[in-house]
C-alpha cells in the first residue's frame, strides 16, 4: 500500500499536500505525477459531467440506461449495400456508434485525475466532483448507467452485442481504483454515495463472472482475456470480494501467463494482429495492472512458469523496442504506429517491483498525455498514484 506520510509541497505558490510514496530511490513518483495532475484538472473540475443517458443511440436494441457501442473494425460491405457489416482487422471504422464509448472513456479520464488531484492537494472541491460523477452514473436513477455490457461491440447486421464488448469498460478500472482511494481516506463527500457505488460494482462484478458473455470473455486468450480479469481485480478490490480476488491470480499464473507470453517474452497472440506493436503493449500494460493489484508482497512479480514464461520477461521483452521502436523487427501497424509508445504502466510498475531504475527513467521520458483517441482507447490506466504499491 502507499505509504501516507505528508510534506507540503507548493504549485503556482498555492499551497498543497503530497502523500510521499515508497520508490526506488532517487525515481519520486508523487513529485513527477503530482504537478501533472493538478494541471489537467484546472479544466475538469468544471466541465459538464454528461452519462450514457444523455446521448442518444439510435441502433440500440435496448433503453438509455443501458451502455451500446458498435465494433471498430467492421465496415459496409462495398459488394452488398445495406447488408451485413464485414470485418477489415485493425481498421476502425469512423462511422461508427461511438457516443457511449467516447463518455466512459472520458469519465475514466476526468473522475480519476480529480480524485489523484484531491489526494495530492487534500482540496475537497475536487473530491466533491470526483463523487459528482461517481453520482451521475453508478446512483442517481435518472443518469445511471445499468450495470452490465449486452449491447457492446455490436456488428450491423449480424448481432445486438458480443461478449468482446466487455473490453469497453476497462475504461473504468481506474474509476474503480479511483472509489477505492476515495473510500479509504474517507474522502469529502463520499460517504453519502459509497453504497450505491458499492452496488452497482457488486453487481457489474457478478454479471461479469457469472454470465454466458462474461464467462465468453474471461476465456478468450488475447488481450480480451487479460482486460476480463484486470477488471475483475479493480473490481473485485473495491467490493472486497476476496474469492474473485484468488481466482483471478489463479487464472493469471494458470491460464493467461503460460497461454499469452512466449518463452522468450513475446506475447504471440498479439503479435499475430494487424497491429503486432500497439496490441503488445497494450495487452503488456493490462498484465502489469494485474501484477500490481492482484500481488501479494510482489509475489506475481517473481512468478514464472516451468519453462520461464512471466509478465517480467515480457516487459523485459518490450522495453528495448519502446526505448527504440526502430528496432521492431515485426510487422509496422496498419494504423497508429507512428502514435506510440506512451508512458506505459508496464515500465513504471514494473520498475518498482524489480528494481529496474532503467525501466523507470524509460517511463519518465515518455509522453504522459497522448492526444490521439485511438492511442486513448487504448492507454486506460493513466493515474499511477491510484494503484496501491507494496
Same mark, same amino acid.
Given at each position: 500500500?502507499?505509504?501516507?506520510?505528508?510534506?507540503?509541497?507548493?504549485?503556482?505558490?498555492?499551497?498543497?499536500? !503530497?502523500?510521499?510514496?515508497?520508490?526506488?530511490?532517487?525515481?519520486?513518483?508523487?513529485?513527477?505525477?503530482?504537478?501533472?495532475?493538478?494541471?489537467?484538472?484546472?479544466?475538469?473540475?468544471?466541465?459538464?459531467?454528461? /452519462?450514457?443517458?444523455?446521448?442518444?443511440?439510435?441502433?440500440?436494441?435496448?433503453?438509455?440506461?443501458?451502455?451500446?457501442?458498435?465494433?471498430?473494425?467492421?465496415?459496409?460491405? *462495398?459488394?452488398?449495400?445495406?447488408?451485413?457489416?464485414?470485418?477489415?482487422?485493425?481498421?476502425?471504422? *469512423?462511422?461508427?456508434?461511438?457516443?457511449?464509448?467516447?463518455?466512459?472513456?472520458?469519465?475514466?479520464?476526468?473522475?480519476?485525475?480529480?480524485?489523484?488531484?484531491?489526494?495530492?492537494? %487534500?482540496?475537497?472541491?475536487?473530491?466533491?466532483?470526483?463523487?459528482?460523477?461517481?453520482?451521475?452514473?453508478?446512483?442517481?436513477? @435518472?443518469?445511471?448507467?445499468?450495470?452490465?455490457?449486452?449491447?457492446?461491440? @455490436?456488428?450491423?447486421?449480424?448481432? /445486438?452485442?458480443?461478449?468482446?464488448?466487455?473490453?469497453? /469498460?476497462?475504461?473504468?478500472?481506474? !474509476?474503480?481504483? $479511483?472509489?477505492?482511494?476515495?473510500?479509504?481516506?474517507?474522502?469529502?463527500?463520499?460517504?453519502?454515495?459509497?453504497?450505491? !457505488?458499492?452496488?452497482?460494482?457488486?453487481?457489474?462484478?457478478?454479471?461479469?463472472?457469472?454470465?454466458? @458473455?462474461?464467462?465468453?470473455?474471461?476465456?478468450?486468450?488475447?488481450?480480451?482475456?487479460?482486460?476480463?480479469?484486470?477488471?475483475?481485480?479493480?473490481f473485485g478490490a473495491l467490493v472486497g470480494n476476496d474469492e474473485a480476488l484468488r481466482d483471478a491470480r489463479t487464472r493469471l499464473v494458470d491460464q493467461i501467463i503460460p497461454t499469452q507470453i512466449a518463452t522468450d517474452g513475446s506475447q504471440p497472440l498479439?503479435?499475430?494482429?494487424?497491429?503486432?506493436?500497439?496490441?503488445?503493449?497494450?495487452?503488456?500494460?493490462?498484465?502489469?495492472?494485474?501484477?500490481?493489484?492482484?500481488?501479494?508482497?510482489?509475489?506475481?512479480? %517473481?512468478?514464472?512458469?516451468?519453462?520461464?514464461?512471466?509478465? @517480467?520477461?515480457?516487459?523485459?521483452?518490450?522495453?528495448?523496442?519502446?526505448?527504440?521502436?526502430?528496432?521492431?523487427?515485426? /510487422?509496422?501497424?496498419?494504423?497508429?504506429?507512428?502514435?506510440? *509508445?506512451?508512458?506505459? *504502466?508496464?515500465?513504471?510498475? $514494473?520498475?518498482?517491483?524489480?528494481?529496474?531504475?532503467?525501466?523507470?527513467?524509460?517511463?519518465?521520458?515518455l509522453d504522459p498525455d497522448p492526444r490521439v483517441a485511438e492511442v486513448i482507447r487504448n492507454f486506460p490506466i493513466r493515474q499511477p498514484l491510484l494503484w496501491p504499491e507494496e
Amino acid at each position: 500500500m502507499l505509504n501516507r506520510r505528508h510534506v507540503l509541497a507548493s504549485l503556482g505558490g498555492a499551497p498543497f499536500v !503530497v502523500p510521499l510514496v515508497a520508490s526506488v530511490a532517487p525515481f519520486d513518483l508523487v513529485a513527477i505525477e503530482g504537478a501533472r495532475v493538478m494541471r489537467a484538472v484546472s479544466a475538469y473540475a468544471k466541465s459538464p459531467i454528461r /452519462t450514457i443517458t444523455a446521448i442518444a443511440a439510435p441502433r440500440s436494441p435496448a433503453t438509455r440506461h443501458d451502455y451500446y457501442s458498435e465494433a471498430d473494425y467492421w465496415w459496409p460491405d *462495398p459488394a452488398h449495400p445495406g447488408g451485413p457489416h464485414v470485418r477489415r482487422d485493425g481498421f476502425s471504422n *469512423p462511422a461508427k456508434f461511438d457516443g457511449h464509448r467516447d463518455a466512459l472513456i472520458r469519465f475514466g479520464i476526468e473522475m480519476p485525475a480529480l480524485a489523484t488531484a484531491w489526494f495530492v492537494s %487534500r482540496r475537497p472541491h475536487f473530491a466533491l466532483r470526483a463523487a459528482a460523477h461517481l453520482r451521475a452514473w453508478f446512483v442517481d436513477p @435518472a443518469t445511471r448507467m445499468n450495470p452490465d455490457l449486452s449491447h457492446a461491440q @455490436a456488428i450491423i447486421g449480424v448481432n /445486438t452485442g458480443r461478449a468482446i464488448g466487455i473490453i469497453d /469498460t476497462l475504461q473504468i478500472v481506474e !474509476v474503480a481504483c $479511483a472509489a477505492h482511494l476515495l473510500a479509504r481516506h474517507d474522502a469529502p463527500g463520499y460517504a453519502a454515495i459509497r453504497r450505491g !457505488v458499492d452496488r452497482w460494482f457488486r453487481e457489474y462484478l457478478d454479471w461479469l463472472t457469472g454470465s454466458a @458473455a462474461g464467462r465468453q470473455e474471461r476465456d478468450q486468450r488475447n488481450n480480451h482475456g487479460s482486460c476480463w480479469l484486470l477488471q475483475v481485480a479493480a473490481f473485485g478490490a473495491l467490493v472486497g470480494n476476496d474469492e474473485a480476488l484468488r481466482d483471478a491470480r489463479t487464472r493469471l499464473v494458470d491460464q493467461i501467463i503460460p497461454t499469452q507470453i512466449a518463452t522468450d517474452g513475446s506475447q504471440p497472440l498479439e503479435l499475430a494482429r494487424t497491429k503486432p506493436y500497439g496490441y503488445s503493449l497494450f495487452n503488456l500494460d493490462v498484465l502489469a495492472g494485474a501484477c500490481r493489484l492482484l500481488s501479494i508482497k510482489g509475489h506475481l512479480w %517473481r512468478f514464472q512458469t516451468a519453462d520461464g514464461r512471466s509478465v @517480467a520477461k515480457a516487459t523485459a521483452f518490450m522495453a528495448p523496442f519502446i526505448r527504440d521502436k526502430a528496432l521492431w523487427p515485426y /510487422t509496422k501497424d496498419v494504423e497508429h504506429f507512428a502514435d506510440f *509508445p506512451v508512458r506505459h *504502466p508496464s515500465l513504471l510498475f $514494473a520498475g518498482q517491483a524489480l528494481d529496474r531504475p532503467d525501466w523507470l527513467a524509460l517511463w519518465r521520458r515518455l509522453d504522459p498525455d497522448p492526444r490521439v483517441a485511438e492511442v486513448i482507447r487504448n492507454f486506460p490506466i493513466r493515474q499511477p498514484l491510484l494503484w496501491p504499491e507494496e
